[in-house]
Antibody, heavy 118, light 107 residues
Framework: QVQLVESGGGVVQPGRSLRLSCAAS????????IHWVRQAPGKGLEWVAF????????YYADSVRGRFTISRDNSKKMLYLQMNSLRAGDTAVYYC???????????WGQGTLVTVSS | DIQMTQSPSTLSASVGDRVTITCRAS??????LAWYQQKPGKAPNLLIY???TLESGVPSRFSGSGSGTEFTLTISSLQPDDFATYYC?????????FGQGTKVEIK
């Protein structure tokens, strides 16, 4: 079955960096672009970033552009989110997700919590 | 960027009620719209895609309609398991946008 498993969350001080990882299994990883979506405590869903199936195209939300970098390693079936210059407003559960597109492939991980606090 | 405006933000209803949630896009997105249900502590679950196509395994009491900039999600007869938060999401572009969410509460 399709699985996306995030890791790397934790408590980090403002201004510091953190790298999230997402391990994929149960599907042909190289067939799909993958997204990061976040949800601040008690708030709604916010799209963060997308990377195409081959890593050649990347898109970011205005709120993270220039600070976050999405990448993938297809040989390892892994997705990453490098987060630099973290702010309190980046505190959220971060999900990796294969969101619906021209097909109905739509799967989410369980999420990993990032808390930015001094 | 495409903005998605969802209403209402909260909805109080009883079991058996017909419930409608609206989502408006800031520009035309054709039918590139999905609806999700989210329960506390869980990842969102896809209900409807391409504005009106029911995802496999989703009960038929859920339906979606609309195109262009105006979309609706309807639950024909609210069931106890349906009390949750619902989000629309546009996928007209690689940069996705979610609506603010609608929490469906027990009246």
């Amino acid at each position: 079955q399709v699985q996306l498993v995030e890791s790397g969350g934790g408590v980090v001080q403002p201004g510091r960096s953190l790298r999230l990882s997402c391990a994929a299994s149960g599907f042909t990883f190289t067939d799909y672009g993958i997204h990061w979506v976040r949800q601040a405590p008690g708030k709604g869903l916010e799209w963060v970033a997308f990377i195409s199936y081959d890593g050649s195209h990347k898109y970011y939300a205005d709120s993270v552009r220039g600070r976050f970098t999405i990448s993938r390693d297809n040989s390892k079936k892994m997705l990453y989110l490098q987060m630099n210059s973290l702010r309190a407003g980046d505190t959220a559960v971060y999900y990796c997700a294969g969101l619906v597109a021209a097909n109905s492939f739509d799967y989410w991980g369980q999420g990993t919590l990032v808390t930015v606090s001094s | 960027d495409i903005q998605m405006t969802q209403s209402p933000s909260t909805l109080s209803a009883s079991v058996g009620d017909r419930v409608t949630i609206t989502c408006r896009a800031s520009q035309s997105i054709s039918t590139w719209l999905a609806w999700y249900q989210q329960k506390p502590g869980k990842a969102p679950n896809l209900l409807i895609y391409k504005a009106s196509t029911l995802e496999s395994g989703v009960p038929s009491r859920f339906s979606g309609s609309g195109s262009g900039t105006e979309f609706t999600l309807t639950i024909s007869s609210l069931q106890p398991d349906d009390f949750a938060t619902y989000y629309c999401q546009q996928y007209n572009s690689y940069s996705r946008t979610f609506g603010q969410g609608t929490k469906v509460e027990i009246k």
